[in-house]
């Protein structure tokens, strides 16, 4: 079974400040995914990356792969409070996604 | 992207009954997954369920107590079985539409509470 580490697992930070998630593994995955759940809703996917080094950016998301596809990180810039909800990274292998224990991301307005 | 719809979106069951979840896709696919969300918690697979085929179930989850059908390949059904307090959870289908390394797609779950 290969294991996602995500932290911090709470965060709760103001408006208009940045915010970065981490997601680890000693595992090497094929891709990692990174979705967003809102309550009452199942998770939206937001990104994958694939390639080892790989930056997307999302408009104030910037989401990076690690060069060994171990590791991404989720970096939030001027975070409003639409950005708030659960953050939950994925990794792609053995023909199934395994998922991170998420982290709770709250914007205060 | 595709459209998933997931029935009921919450139910309250007492113990000892069965809940079946339907889950309906608006596109063709071979296969959909069924994962577990524990309040405050991750998700968890339970089963990937293919068209014609009996589904294939993680280590810790069985199929007396969690069955799967697939009649076609928009269409699947969960039964949580003979349901206890511990089952109560969030159940989630979804489907890989763009490819296991590119993105699933999720309905929105069914909020499950056994009293």
């Known amino acids: 079974t290969q294991l996602l580490e995500q932290s911090p697992q709470f965060l709760s930070i103001q408006e208009g400040e940045n915010l970065t998630v981490y997601c680890n593994s000693s595992?090497?995955?094929?891709?990692l995914q990174w979705y967003r759940q809102e309550p009452g809703e199942g998770p939206v996917l937001l990104v994958t990356?694939?390639?080892?080094?790989e930056v997307k950016k999302l408009k104030r998301l910037t989401f990076q792969f690690g060069d060994a596809r171990k590791d991404s990180s989720l970096h939030i810039t001027a975070a409003q409070p639409g950005d708030t909800g659960l953050y939950l990274c994925?990794?792609?292998?053995?023909?199934?996604?395994?998922f991170g224990a998420g982290t709770t991301v709250t914007v205060r307005a | 992207s595709a459209v998933i719809s997931q029935k009921p979106s919450r139910d309250i069951c007492q113990r000892g009954t069965s809940l079946t979840i339907q889950c309906q896709v608006d596109?063709?696919?071979?296969?959909m997954f069924w994962y577990r969300q524990q309040p405050g918690q991750s998700l968890t697979l339970i089963a990937t369920?293919?068209?014609?085929?009996?589904?294939?179930?993680e280590s810790g989850f069985v199929i007396d107590k969690f069955p799967i059908s697939r009649p076609n390949l928009t269409f699947s059904t969960l039964t949580v079985s003979n349901m206890s307090p511990e089952d109560s959870s969030i159940y989630l289908c979804?489907?890989?539409?763009?490819?296991?390394?590119?993105?699933?797609?999720f309905g929105s779950g069914t909020r499950l509470t056994v009293v």
């Open positions: 596109s063709q696919v071979t296969m």
């Open positions: 979804s489907v890989d539409l763009l490819g296991l390394n590119y993105g699933y797609t």
């Open positions: 595992s090497v995955f094929s891709s």
């Open positions: 369920a293919n068209q014609g085929s009996e589904a294939t179930y």
């Open positions: 994925a990794g792609s292998g053995d023909y199934k996604l395994s």
């Open positions: 990356v694939v390639t080892g080094g």
